[in-house]
């Protein structure tokens, strides 16, 4: 993924920075200026955007050169999953890319990228693997839940349509399909399946019976939490077991002074 290329080639930038410090071209031969390149070339897309956000000076005219543009797609209305984490990832991380020796770091790595995709064959290879896993309209379920925690609204309007109308909570952003409520498994035996689950904030089921969080109120309310915790007793086989409903000491005494 691109956050990774890059960050891992700014981690080990900031590691060269600080004097003493072993770093991984120390013992591999591979510096932050190669990783940097590797990145740039991989994921190419992420230099327009990140560069011009944090205020990198470099020409224009590098930054619009085709080999730093996105895949001609013909739905331009969503984003595909490269777009989607490229923007995620420039959003989240460009404040990291303005320090000025951070930035003459990139203007040199960009201007080594440029001699390496003279060399078409190699550097085409590489931007392509990465596009084919990458340029799709197919978001994994953990990005949509990341875009829609995140609240960024520009990035919300570029997800599929499908994710976009799904149901949706705040308390649990976009639930898996096969989602299975233990609550319920807990509470009732179900399976927790399609149509099994109410999902109702502070709602409640108890042997098919449906409460809101207004009847745990008052005596009523005692009951109903006492009731709850003896389910939960015998469902987990532990303690908890109900009481014999029989009659209680303080009704017996009550039932010998009334004989008297």
């Not at 691109?2 to 004097?19: G, H, Y």
């Not at 991989?42 to 224009?60: E, I, R, Y």
């Not at 949706?168 to 898996?176: N, R, V």
């Amino acid at each position: 993924l691109p956050n990774w290329a890059f960050s891992r080639a700014l981690a080990e930038f900031m590691i060269e920075q600080q004097p003493g410090s072993l770093s991984s071209s120390d013992s591999s031969g591979v510096s932050s200026m190669d990783m940097l390149v590797e990145a740039i070339l991989t994921f190419p897309t992420v230099v327009p955007v990140l560069w011009s956000k944090a205020n990198v000076n470099v020409d224009d005219v590098v930054l619009t050169h085709p080999y730093f543009q996105d895949a001609t797609i013909a739905d331009s209305s969503a984003l595909t999953h490269m777009q989607l984490v490229v923007q995620l990832f420039v959003e989240r991380h460009t404040p990291l890319y303005r320090a000025p020796e951070v930035a003459r770091w990139m203007q040199e790595g960009l201007l080594l990228a440029l001699e390496s995709i003279a060399q078409i064959s190699t550097a085409q290879t590489r931007k392509r693997d990465a596009q084919n896993r990458l340029c799709t309209y197919v978001i994994p379920e953990n990005i949509s839940r990341h875009v829609l925690v995140a609240d960024l609204e520009t990035l919300k309007a570029g997800l599929p349509e499908d994710i976009r109308t799904a149901e949706s909570f705040a308390f649990d952003p976009l639930p898996p399909k096969d989602d299975v409520n233990v609550y319920k498994v807990l509470m009732m035996g179900g399976g927790g399946g399609e149509g099994d689950d109410l999902r109702m904030p502070g709602g409640f089921q108890i042997d098919g019976e449906y409460y809101d969080e207004g009847d745990l109120e008052g005596e009523q309310g005692a009951g109903l939490l006492q009731r709850i915790i003896d389910l939960i007793g015998l469902r987990i086989g532990g303690e908890g077991q109900p009481e014999d409903p029989g009659t209680s000491s303080d009704e017996a005494e009550g039932d010998a002074e009334g004989e008297q």
